[in-house]
């Protein structure tokens, strides 16, 4: 049974206390998303390794991009989203990785060896991928959830939880109008951004993490998640399911990086290389419910995981999902689209 990912709030150890400060030697910064690492994989690595993880979380690659640009912070290990990774590697922000120092990379299937956003694995590590989707209660909701359009449904009104997040937000409005989901065409985008702006009303809650105990505690009958929170979601609450609407979505791969500047870069690559141990792996992608990249973990992960839909989605959904893309200059496009659909009423 998964561990709930929910756990993840218990408060770390004193020896893996938080921080941001520049790394020691024998210590590593870590940034990474919350609820996204078994915690006993953080105490495990300090006993093998005999070095100390500082590790502290962000909700968004927008705060993570924000907070390595606005400097006093010194991290070692990031784990940044495809799109991120690529806008990053433009600007210059992450180190070329040193492959002989990261063994265990053999680990990793070869579907995932040589992504868009980084050909060939030069700055990444893949660490986990999914799509996005509704996590919906079959007890609360009646209509067939095959269509973003259920989002927009006055029959579901207050129980609509949306992501408070811009790029999956307006990715969410522009698939249920039919266009692309990187789209930095003025026009659709203002549709979205009134699409968005009509269906607020009908919306409890712009969320982040919480919209798992929202759903997990049946406050709400629908909520655009991230797919390894629904693997979590469902195991604590079979009530719940969740689809890929059929206009297609989201397809991601959040990656393992070394920023420029990393104070500890041989203790970031055995951090990485550990995470990409086989039986770390497994038991990483378990407890917190995302789709492992790790051909090594595939073959301890329990089948009945491997052949659920949600954690593996079948070729039909995955082909019709797409990556996202650095929009470059559009980017302040949709900073503006949000804030306008934060302010409207």
């Not at 590697?89 to 070869?110: C, F, G």
């Not at 050909?119 to 007890?139: D, E």
């Amino acid at each position: 049974m998964l561990a709930a990912a929910l756990a993840a709030a218990i408060a770390l150890s004193a020896v893996l206390t938080a921080g941001c400060g520049t790394a020691a030697k024998g210590s590593i910064n870590v940034f990474n998303w919350g609820d996204y690492i078994d915690q006993t994989v953080l105490t495990d690595f300090q006993k093998d390794t005999g070095i100390r993880v500082n590790y502290d979380t962000y909700a968004s690659n927008e705060d993570l991009y924000a907070k390595l640009k606005g400097g006093g912070a010194s991290y070692d290990v990031i784990v940044p989203s495809d799109y991120m990774v690529e806008r990053m590697i433009k600007e210059n922000m992450l180190d070329t990785l040193d492959k002989s120092a990261i063994p265990n990379l053999k680990n990793i299937h070869q579907r995932f060896t040589n992504l868009s956003y980084d050909p060939g694995g030069a700055h990444t590590v893949p660490y986990m991928w999914g799509t996005l989707g509704i996590l919906y209660n079959t007890k609360m909701v009646s209509d067939p959830v095959d269509s973003w359009d259920i989002l927009w449904n006055p029959k579901y009104k207050g129980q609509i939880f949306m992501y408070d997040s811009e790029r999956d937000t307006i990715a969410v409005a522009l698939l249920k109008l039919g266009y692309p989901i990187n789209s930095t065409d003025p026009a659709q985008l203002e549709e979205a951004k009134n699409a968005l702006i009509q269906q607020k009303p009908l919306v409890a809650a712009y969320q982040g993490d919480s919209i798992k105990g929202s759903m997990i505690g049946n406050s709400g009958a629908l909520a655009v998640v991230y797919s390894g929170d629904a693997v979590s979601c469902i195991d604590q609450n079979p009530d719940l399911a969740y689809a890929v609407p059929k206009e297609g979505s989201n397809v991601w791969y959040d990656a393992l990086a070394i920023p420029k500047g990393a104070a500890n870069k041989a203790g970031a690559a055995r951090f990485i290389d550990y995470l990409c141990r086989g039986d770390i792996a497994a038991r990483n992608s378990q407890y917190i419910g995302y789709s492992t990249v790790n051909q090594a973990a595939m073959a301890i992960l329990p089948q009945s995981l491997l052949a659920d839909p949600t954690y593996w989605p079948p070729d039909s959904v995955f082909n019709n999902c797409k990556v996202y893309t650095d929009l470059g200059d559009a980017i302040k496009d949709y900073d503006k689209l949000w804030t306008e659909i934060m302010a409207s009423s």
